[in-house]
């Protein structure tokens, strides 16, 4: 007699990477200084260093995340820098 075949469970789900929240400082240089705040119902997104207290703000949708608002304050930095 032979054995029943089992049924194969499904694979587990690979976990998401998280993303960071904090950042480094593009004017003071210390690393993991700069916290992001999502204010969804305003709409605004603001980034603020805790060592030298550089802030920044801009309007946000509903996908956004910490990142996008952090990438936004060094691409608006570069700009100023170009110009």
Known sequence: MGKRKSSAKPPPKKARPKLETTFACPFCNADKSVGCEM???????????????????????????????????????????AS
């Open 39 to 81: 204010d969804r119902e305003r709409n605004v997104g603001a980034v603020k260093c805790t060592q030298c207290k550089a802030q920044w703000s801009t309007k946000i949708h509903s996908l956004s995340e910490p990142i996008d608002v952090y990438s936004e304050w060094i691409d608006a930095c570069e700009a100023e820098n």
